[in-house]
């Protein structure tokens, strides 16, 4: 059996930058997991001293706290400001973007739509700088029942599916008065999805490497899985079933934005080791 990698995958240019911030500053805590894999999360904690928390409340003696990659609320940001610790600000340049349209947009009387899932930390933070209604959906069927006035702002959850997205705003087009529309599905997000598409167009088994409850991840799953059937989603080695490898000529191997590459290296090693063995 053949092991392929997907053409781009794992950490994106936000994670990267997030993961040194935290080695650089040791000794710290973050608001919420960093990024969503907990074991990079452990690796950061044994190794670096750097301890996650669930939420801002949980702050007592820190003297560092780490904003992670998704944002915080612009009202916590504004608590953690007036606390006198040290503000390492992890969230990534991608998430930036959408927080600062939301802001100048609903000033500017829009209402926002945001693409996205609802409980996911990045949407509550983008979503907390609006001023006007706030509508967050997954789907155009969605936005039938909601009434929105003459303008609004479409954005996007950052790690969501271009197909999906332009569905929304082909709908607000037809339907909205006065539409602005904003591209905000991060780049690597695009570049990694498409590689899969094409990687598990020719793979008899996919497997996705990733947090179980990374966004990015279970997009790349999903993609693999409508072209390979045999495509699975696993957090690290542990998780390998070697019967999915019988009587399979191709592998296919991806990796989520927030997959470290010494977690991917020890997955296709003990996929390996089933091929010699």
């Known amino acids: 059996m053949q092991i392929k990698l997907a053409s781009s995958y794992g950490f994106c240019f936000g994670v990267k930058r997030a993961i040194k911030q935290a080695e650089k500053t040791k000794d710290a805590a973050t608001i919420g997991p960093l990024i969503h894999n907990n074991d990079e999360i452990k690796r950061l904690k044994s190794d670096f001293n750097v301890s996650t928390l669930e939420n801002i409340s949980e702050l007592s003696n820190e003297s560092k706290a780490i904003i992670r990659t998704h944002g915080i609320t612009k009202s916590d940001l504004e608590l953690l400001k007036k606390s006198n610790r040290q503000i390492i600000d992890a969230t990534c340049p991608f998430v930036k973007k959408p927080q600062e349209i939301v802001e100048k947009m609903s000033n500017e009387g829009y209402e926002i739509v945001i693409f996205g899932d609802k409980n996911h930390p990045e949407v509550k933070s983008v979503r907390s700088y609006a001023s006007t209604n706030t509508y967050v959906v997954l789907d155009e069927e969605e936005l039938k029942d909601v009434l929105i006035k003459n303008k609004v702002v479409l954005v996007s959850q950052t790690t969501k599916k271009v197909e999906n997205f332009m569905k929304i705003a082909n709908y607000l087009i037809a339907n909205v008065k006065e539409v602005r529309i904003f591209n905000t599905i991060c780049d690597a997000t695009f570049k990694n999805q498409e590689a899969v598409r094409q990687l598990s ?77």
């Open 201 to 277: 167009k020719e793979s008899d088994v996919m497997i996705i490497i990733g947090g179980k409850s990374s966004s990015n991840t279970k997009q790349l799953y999903v993609i693999a899985k409508e072209n390979c059937n045999d495509s699975y989603l696993i957090e690290n080695e542990s998780e390998i079933d070697y019967s999915w490898f019988n009587n399979k000529t191709l592998c296919g191997i991806s990796a989520g934005a927030s997959t470290p590459n010494w977690i991917i290296e020890k997955v296709i090693e003990k996929i390996k080791k089933n091929i010699t063995n």
